[in-house]
């Protein structure tokens, strides 16, 4: 248990899963489209002998002609903030947070 987060519907959290079934439903209303979820990010490149690090997105989705990566987020930890500049600095994307 992270954060004292409880694991509901395959989700890390009882918030992440509510917000999956508001965006399900906004699908289906046709005010978002191509909803993906767990969509992984390169932030840091191999070099070396050190791994890639990644950045996982909660939701991925279009809102009209924009491309929206959202994390449902609890607490803003300081390993995430730093996730969140390096995803603007290397991808040019700016993560919204609900």
């Not at 767990?38 to 791994?51: G, L, M, S």
């Not at 939701?59 to 300081?78: A, I, L, M, N, S």
């Amino acid at each position: 248990m992270k954060y004292r987060n409880v694991k509901t519907g395959g989700f890390d959290s009882k918030k992440e899963a509510k917000r999956h079934g508001e965006l399900v439903l906004m699908e289906k209303l046709g005010l978002i489209r191509e909803l993906e979820t767990q969509v992984r990010y390169e932030i840091v490149p191999k070099v070396a002998k050190n791994r890639p690090a990644h950045y996982i997105a909660d939701f991925v989705y279009w809102e009209g002609d924009q491309h929206v990566v959202e994390d449902c987020k609890g607490f803003r930890t300081p390993e995430y903030k730093l996730k969140k500049k390096l995803m603007l600095w290397r991808h040019g994307i700016e993560i919204r947070e609900t």
